[in-house]
């Protein structure tokens, strides 16, 4: 409902699901890079050639489509990790120019800790005035104890008073015939 309100508003909606396989590290973030470059030329981004190369490695699926981008120089990982980050916020806030912007990450209790740390710190760069960006976590709370990477960032983001929670709770029998009924336009 969220994602249909934001996209009749005018913004961008991103959405990135993980899985509880385990999946490719930023699996859902490259889902959403995906979504983010897919029809638009590198110039009408107008991102840096090294900040492409950085989303293409975080969405290998767009070397096929942009082969003319050169890998960045391999550097230390914790220096990498800060270089992917930035990049990300980059290519947020290039989106955010054109209006506002939805991430959602669904299942988040499955996420790895690459997409997790990279989510943490674009929510720490979120008070940047050209970075008009919404970030939508769902997870099952039953699964926090084995989400300890999840359980720490939530914990993180709340103490740093980026984020609020919306509990919600399940729906009745009542409830669920109201929404089928809408769905399917009959009782």
């Known amino acids: 409902e969220l994602a249909a309100q934001a996209a009749v508003s005018g913004g961008t909606v991103l959405t990135g699901e993980c899985y509880a396989e385990a999946g490719a590290p930023y699996a859902p973030l490259s889902q959403i890079i995906q979504q983010a470059v897919d029809g638009r030329s590198p110039g009408e981004l107008g991102l840096p050639e090294f900040v492409l190369?950085?989303?293409?490695?975080?969405?290998?699926?767009?070397?096929?489509?942009?082969?003319?981008?050169?890998?960045?120089?391999?550097?230390d990982p914790q220096t990498e990790q800060q270089r992917l980050s930035e990049s990300v916020v980059l290519l947020f806030s290039a989106l955010s120019s054109h209006g506002p912007v939805l991430l959602v990450l669904e299942d988040a209790h499955w996420a790895d800790g690459g997409t997790l740390s990279l989510l943490r710190h674009l929510a720490r760069?979120?008070?940047?005035?050209d970075l008009r960006l919404l970030t939508v976590m769902t997870y099952r709370e039953v699964e926090l104890d084995e989400a300890r990477a999840l359980n720490e960032v939530l914990l993180d983001l709340s103490r740093e008073h980026l984020a609020a929670r919306i509990k919600l709770t399940r729906l009745t029998r009542d409830q669920t015939g109201e929404m089928l009924a809408v769905l399917f336009q009959e009782e």
């Open 53 to 75: 190369a950085d989303l293409v490695t975080l969405a290998p699926v767009l070397r096929a489509r942009h082969p003319d981008i050169r890998a960045n120089p391999p550097v």
């Open 125 to 129: 760069r979120s008070h940047q005035p």
